[in-house]
């Protein structure tokens, strides 16, 4: 019995490792068999002008392509490659018409493992006969691409920037002409990229150009060393709260900073002296000693704190169409160096939700983002909490999130709880910084939920001290004096 049941778990074993086999077998057979994809050579650019602006810690490139149809049929798509260690750093991509200034819908596509190349499909708001032309402009900003070069200095040093990129644009259509102009933040370049013939320097701009008859995904090593003296800042974690208010008018906000300066660290200890000495002489050096926000105008009760507590180094100006709030960490920020705080502030309700009478719905538009210069965002975690009551809730936002989630948020004399959103988006910028719509339908009668479960509370109170006093705790009855 005993070698019959050692022989069908070989057996068993056996049919499991064959399976396994020929699993793997069909997936490689599959693998080779499926062609990586390839772009239709419908199109070809007569013209391409690209722009690499290199003047702050985020990589921008505007392409403005001039495409005709050499198809025999009309065309309405158009497709955009990335190299994929591109493509991983992408932030955003926008594509519009130079002529009428309207966007195209801009797709994820298809990858080409062969090659790894990322491609986007761009469809534009009509179909091209064969011969026909079309101008449009294709903008994207990637970040984390940059890298300080060397990495350490010392703390009065110059920080040094190493960009590597491509001479020319990204096209999977043969280009008959182009031109790459790439824009400095100064005129001290170290060292670029120069090719016989095809090079223009002019201070702080670099030309590269005109290239002739280039064919689909062309590649020439673009390297240039140039001089960056501005802080690498990159807030690795944002938590914006938006809490709404109808019984008190009021739309209270709170944001939550988690920010690093990625700029070239400290190659020696941090000298205060030296620090006290570069503010006296006024000295440029790569460090965040002040931070300053927009805020809308009608902001009030703002306040300012780090893990510590309330800090006193900030200033708020009011002008005529917005607060200002200047501030200054506990201390500066060098290569390497954290800071984390939070601020917040109130406005009334009306600046930001407005109530459709013909839909009977509250509705809510509110930036995703406020504006911190010069930053990127590694995550961002939009929190908007509803008014306890609201219901049919809808949700739009300019571009797509992340992760989307819906929840329920308890604070103080809550019943129910109230309706909580949650959106939460990587790798975003201050073009980012476009309007989410939360719309909701909100009966009056809940405005009187709060003040009843208060009610219904000291009520409670009120009853249970009227039983308590009425109450004997004593061992024994007490006796009366005679």
């Avoid at 198809?71 to 591109?86: D, L, M, T």
């Avoid at 050096?285 to 780090?306: C, G, I, K, Q």
Wanted: glycine letters at 4%; one cysteine or more; aromatic letters at 14%.
């Amino acid at each position: 019995m005993r070698s019959l049941y050692k022989f069908l778990y070989s057996f068993l074993a056996f049919i499991v490792l064959v399976t396994c086999l020929i699993y793997t077998a069909s997936a490689n057979v599959n693998a080779i068999i499926s062609p990586p994809f390839n772009v239709p050579k419908n199109w070809k650019n007569t013209n391409m002008l690209r722009t690499i602006d290199l003047t702050s810690s985020i990589v921008r490139e505007t392409t403005s392509v001039v495409a005709q149809n050499i198809h025999n049929e009309s065309i309405g798509e158009y497709y955009y490659p990335i190299p994929k260690e591109w493509d991983e750093h992408l932030s955003f991509i926008e594509v519009k018409e130079r002529k009428t200034e309207q966007f195209f819908e801009v797709e994820k596509a298809e990858f080409n493992s062969l090659n790894k190349i990322q491609y986007y499909k761009i469809s534009f708001n009509r179909r091209l006969d064969p011969e026909d032309k079309i101008k449009f402009t294709v903008t994207t900003a990637f970040t984390h691409v940059l890298a300080p070069y060397p990495k350490e200095i010392a703390q009065t040093g110059r920080q040094n920037i190493l960009f590597r990129g491509n001479q020319y644009g990204n096209s999977a259509y043969r280009t008959a002409q182009q031109k790459t102009t790439v824009k400095l933040p100064s005129a001290v370049i170290i060292s670029y990229s120069q090719p016989t013939g095809y090079i223009t320097s002019n201070r702080n701009t670099l030309e590269y150009g005109m290239f002739d008859g280039k064919e689909p995904n062309s590649y020439e090593e673009l390297k240039i060393h140039y001089e960056f003296q501005q802080s690498i800042l990159t807030v690795k974690g944002l938590r914006r709260d938006l809490e709404i208010s109808h019984w008190g008018g009021n739309l209270a906000i709170e944001e939550h900073f988690n920010l690093t300066q990625e700029g070239a660290r400290l190659k020696d200890q941090f000298s205060r002296l030296e620090y006290h000495k570069n503010i006296y002489t006024r000295q440029n050096s790569v460090m965040t000693r002040e931070l300053s926000l927009s805020l809308p105008a009608h902001a009030s009760n703002v306040y300012y704190r780090d893990e510590i507590g309330n800090v006193s180094t900030s200033h708020l100006r009011y002008e005529q169409d917005k607060t200002v709030l200047e501030f200054k960490p506990r201390y500066p920020l060098f290569g390497g160096w954290n800071y984390t705080w939070y601020y917040g502030y109130n406005v009334p309700i009306g600046d930001f939700v407005k109530y459709h009478s013909e839909s009977s719905r509250y509705i809510l538009n509110i930036p995703f983002i406020n504006v911190l210069p010069r930053v990127t965002y590694d995550k961002v975690q939009v929190r908007i909490i509803l008014p306890e009551g609201a219901s049919n809730i809808k949700v739009e936002t300019p571009f797509p999130v992340d992760k989307e989630s819906h929840g329920v948020h308890k604070t103080y004399f809550d019943t129910i709880g109230r309706y909580l959103i949650v959106l939460d988006k990587f790798n975003v910028l201050n073009d980012h910084s476009k309007n989410i719509q939360i719309s909701y339908t909100y009966n009056s009668f809940e405005l009187l939920r709060k003040p009843l479960a208060v009610s219904a509370c000291l009520l409670g109170a009120f009853l249970l001290s009227m039983v308590y006093s009425r109450m004997e705790f004593g061992i024994g009855k007490s006796e009366k004096k005679s």
